[in-house]
């Protein structure tokens, strides 16, 4: 099996895309795909490769399948990176595909912790660990690039016009709490505030 980042590669040549290939550097995230004149969606390539450790990240065996690591300076350089950004997992076990766009990484829920390493010194690196079905679950990168422009397209809905609580997660449960909010409310926090 060819790495994710050729496969991208392989994937955005044959379909004739204009991108940028920055899976070299550290500051940027792996590729830049241009989606048309106006829109550039920027992603980092992540695989799973093996098994999660039980033990190690204290995860359930029916949680395993589904779980996986990232480093939390990776999230925040997708974040970066935004609005027009996320992350694409090729899951190598189950041969499929998950997008989480940058507003996914931001709201899903998750559990962080610092992951002890010795260089010369001890120190901590941040994880994120999280559950691939709070992404987009795709069987090819012809429904990943499908999902990015869809992203895009819908941008102001997403991030402008979408009132109540974004996404249906994995393990999350959006109850209702508070008061009904009527009209005359809204007048006062406007007299209020302006």
Not at 22 to 49: G, I, M, Q
Not at 100 to 109: E, R
Not at 153 to 182: A, M, P, Q, S, T
């Amino acid at each position: 099996m060819i790495s994710f980042e050729q496969e991208i590669k392989k994937f955005l040549l044959t379909n004739k895309l204009e991108y940028k290939d920055n899976s070299s550097s550290f500051k940027r995230l792996d590729f830049s795909v241009r989606l048309d004149e106006n829109w550039t969606f920027h992603f980092d390539a992540k695989e799973k490769r093996q098994k999660i450790n039980l033990y190690n990240w204290k995860i359930t065996a029916e949680q395993e399948p589904f779980t996986f690591i990232i480093d939390d300076l990776a999230a925040r350089k997708i974040l970066a990176f935004g609005p027009y950004s996320g992350m694409v997992v090729r899951d190598n076990l189950l041969n499929d595909y998950y997008f989480f766009s940058v507003l996914d990484l931001f709201l899903m829920p998750k559990t962080r912790v610092n992951r002890p390493i010795e260089k010369n010194t001890k120190a901590m690196k941040g994880k994120w660990v999280i559950d691939l079905r709070s992404g987009r679950k795709c069987a090819s990168m012809d429904e990943v690039l499908q999902l990015f422009r869809l992203y895009v397209e819908k941008r102001e809905d997403l991030f402008l016009n979408i009132l109540d609580c974004f996404g249906n997660y994995e393990g999350e449960n959006i109850g209702e709490r508070g008061e009904v909010r009527r009209p005359e409310y809204w007048e006062t926090d406007v007299k209020a505030t302006r």
